[in-house]
């Protein structure tokens, strides 16, 4: 199971972009909906889903958010067919970042934002075919502009006890002005496939809340080492979520609580939703005193 998962923050349109996205993409589903009453958001919605065999998670819980290019998702495409029909259907009521065309890094690309405002890179990767076909990709840009290999280092110190293997870099591409040349860093953590860059023009897509990356962990410890390590903005501590030294937000839930709202009762998911909610930090015990009602 995958420790680290992309989440998706919406208004009111988690479950239908959701759908849109599992029927693009073959081994995809939307596994569960949830509705948490009583939110600061009022009732949201929550939505797992399934793209190409990998684990997403999405919200609707009001429009205090905006998915920006900050954070894409690359593709990586067999064939130019491939690309060719993704871009069709991201692209329809989106609008492109890079046409589709053929660059030094691929003969057959794009970059397209979705009508959800979900940026993707659709990709044609000659050779082997990548173990995983969906990269969550970090662009930083702004007041994090120059810090990609800075912030990769740091998140590589943060799992280095799970599994983070070395960067890989790429030759340097044209991703701005002529002076303005950015290598593009591979890297793994907990075994999971990530990239990022710095941005090469002036643009600034700040990160925020909209694309969180949620770990998952198992024990109070794992919770607390993680939250110590990440979690450098404390105005931004809510509910799990936190926000690292670069404007990245995490959320570092523990696996029991996903188990309690798949099986309780709606009493039971309702007293962890409300023991939850005024926490920073998440407390396994007080969940489970909660969910037992204790």
């Given at each position: 199971?995958?420790?680290?998962?992309?989440?998706?923050?919406?208004?009111?349109?988690?479950?239908?972009?959701?759908?849109?996205?599992?029927?693009?993409?073959?081994?995809?589903?939307?596994?569960?909906?949830?509705?948490?009453?009583?939110?600061?958001?009022g009732d949201a919605e929550t939505v797992s889903f399934l793209l190409a065999g990998q684990p997403f998670e999405s919200i609707?819980?009001?429009?205090?958010?905006?998915?920006?290019?900050?954070?894409?998702?690359?593709?990586?495409?067999?064939?130019?067919?491939?690309?060719?029909?993704?871009?069709?259907?991201?692209?329809?009521?989106?609008?492109?970042?890079?046409?589709?065309?053929?660059?030094?890094?691929?003969?057959?690309?794009?970059?397209?934002?979705?009508?959800?405002?979900?940026?993707?890179?659709?990709?044609?990767?000659?050779?082997?075919?990548?173990?995983?076909?969906?990269?969550?990709?970090?662009?930083?840009?702004?007041?994090?502009?120059?810090?990609?290999?800075?912030?990769?280092?740091?998140?590589?110190?943060?799992?280095?006890?799970?599994?983070?293997?070395?960067?890989?870099?790429?030759?340097?591409?044209?991703?701005?002005?002529?002076?303005s040349k950015a290598a593009l860093l591979h890297f793994r953590l907990l075994g999971q496939p990530f990239s990022a860059m710095?941005?090469?023009f002036d643009a600034d897509f700040t990160f925020n809340e909209a694309f969180s990356l949620i770990v998952y962990c198992d024990?109070?410890?794992?919770?607390?080492?993680?939250?110590?390590?990440?979690?450098?903005?404390?105005?931004?501590?809510?509910?799990?979520?936190?926000?690292?030294?670069?404007?990245?937000?995490?959320?570092?839930?523990?696996?029991?609580?996903?188990?309690?709202?798949?099986?309780?009762?709606?009493?039971?998911?309702?007293?962890?939703?409300?023991?939850?909610?005024?926490?920073?930090?998440?407390?396994?015990?007080?969940?489970?005193?909660?969910?037992?009602?204790?």
């Open positions: 199971m995958k420790q680290i998962v992309p989440h998706l923050w919406f208004d009111k349109e988690a479950k239908e972009a959701a759908e849109f996205y599992t029927g693009l993409f073959p081994d995809s589903r939307i596994l569960s909906t949830q509705i948490l009453q009583d939110t600061p958001s609707s819980a009001g429009p205090y958010f905006s998915l920006n290019p900050s954070i894409s998702l690359i593709v990586a495409c067999r064939t130019a067919e491939e690309v060719d029909a993704l871009y069709k259907a991201l692209s329809d009521g989106g609008a492109d970042l890079m046409p589709l065309g053929a660059y030094p890094f691929s003969p057959h690309y794009a970059w397209v934002q979705d009508r959800y405002g979900l940026t993707w890179q659709l990709m044609l990767v000659e050779g082997a075919p990548p173990a995983q076909k969906i990269t969550p990709h970090l662009l930083f840009s702004g007041a994090a502009k120059g810090k990609a290999a800075q912030a990769v280092h740091f998140y590589q110190d943060v799992f280095r006890d799970a599994g983070s293997e070395q960067v890989q870099q790429d030759a340097a591409i044209e991703s701005g002005p002529q002076d710095n941005h090469g024990t109070q410890a794992e919770i607390d080492q993680y939250w110590e390590k990440l979690s450098h903005v404390p105005e931004a501590e809510a509910c799990g979520w936190l926000k690292d030294p670069f404007g990245v937000s995490w959320q570092i839930v523990p696996r029991r609580m996903g188990e309690m709202m798949a099986t309780g009762t709606d009493e039971q998911i309702q007293r962890v939703v409300q023991a939850f909610l005024p926490m920073k930090k998440f407390d396994i015990a007080a969940l489970e005193q909660a969910f037992a009602n204790a």
